[in-house]
């Protein structure tokens, strides 16, 4: 977790670019839609999540005791100037996690 809240880092790749998705929100309640405060595409751009913008994540599922969640998140967010991405059905499964304090 960050100083500022919760985090998740997802790291996807294809057989020519890798991809890291970074993640951020307050602290995420099971199986509730919280949003997402901002996010970070290939640890080189810092998207902005604005007031216009849509974002959602979801832990849908998590195991306390091998510690591993899983979720779905969406977003849509600009790099500034005007770079704009859209993120529209990311899934994560059993990721492991360090730590979380389930509330």
């Known amino acids: 977790w960050t100083q500022s809240g919760p985090s998740l880092s997802i790291r996807a790749w294809n057989p020519t670019k890798a991809i890291s998705v970074g993640l951020f929100f307050k602290y995420p309640?099971?199986?509730?839609?919280?949003?997402?405060?901002?996010?970070?595409?290939?640890?080189?751009?810092?998207?902005?999540?604005?007031?216009?913008?849509?974002?959602?994540?979801?832990?849908t599922a998590l195991d306390t005791t091998r510690k591993l969640m899983s979720g779905t998140f969406f977003f849509h967010a600009t790099a500034p100037p005007s770079n704009h991405i859209s993120v529209d059905s990311g899934v994560f499964s059993?990721?492991?996690?360090?730590?979380?304090q389930h509330k």
């Open 29 to 59: 309640v099971l199986n509730q839609p919280q949003v997402l405060t901002s996010a970070s595409l290939d640890d080189n751009d810092n998207y902005i999540i604005e007031s216009g913008d849509t974002s959602s994540i979801t832990i």
């Open 94 to 100: 059993n990721i492991r996690y360090q730590g979380y």
